[in-house]
């Protein structure tokens, strides 16, 4: 089971990007998912995370601008990210905190290998 991430690159202050993670392998259904970030010389930090009914909990420096969702029919969860500002320069990284098949448990706590987003004018 692995969980792969994409959408990063070079963005201009004010413009927007859209993250997407997607988890492969034999699984039927995953619960709680979310994005981090590492930022140079910082610790890796939660940007957002969104539960098996839709719930989603946002970072106070990122609410308003960036959107979590998830595709449960492609076991996918996206981040899109609006009025992108320098400070968001980062490595985003994809999380699963359990994936299941068949009602059994086949992975804990999946990471994905993370996706540069650089804002810079």
């Known amino acids: 089971v692995q969980l792969q991430a994409s959408g990063g690159g070079l963005v201009h202050p004010g413009g927007s990007l859209r993250l997407s993670c997607a988890a492969s392998?034999?699984?039927?259904?995953?619960?709680?998912m979310g994005w981090y970030r590492r930022a140079p010389g910082e610790q890796r930090e939660l940007v957002a995370r969104?539960?098996?009914?839709?719930?989603?909990r946002y970072a106070d420096s990122v609410k308003a601008r960036f959107t979590i969702s998830r595709d449960d029919a492609k076991n996918t969860v996206y981040l899109q990210m609006n009025s992108l500002k320098p400070e968001d320069t980062a490595v985003y990284y994809c999380?699963?905190?359990?994936?299941?098949?068949?009602?059994?448990?086949?992975?804990?706590?999946?990471w994905g290998q993370g996706t540069l987003v650089t804002v810079s004018s």
């Open positions: 969104i539960t098996t009914d839709g719930s989603a």
């Open positions: 392998g034999s699984i039927r259904s995953i619960d709680s």
């Open positions: 999380q699963a905190a359990r994936l299941y098949l068949g009602g059994v448990v086949v992975g804990r706590d999946r």
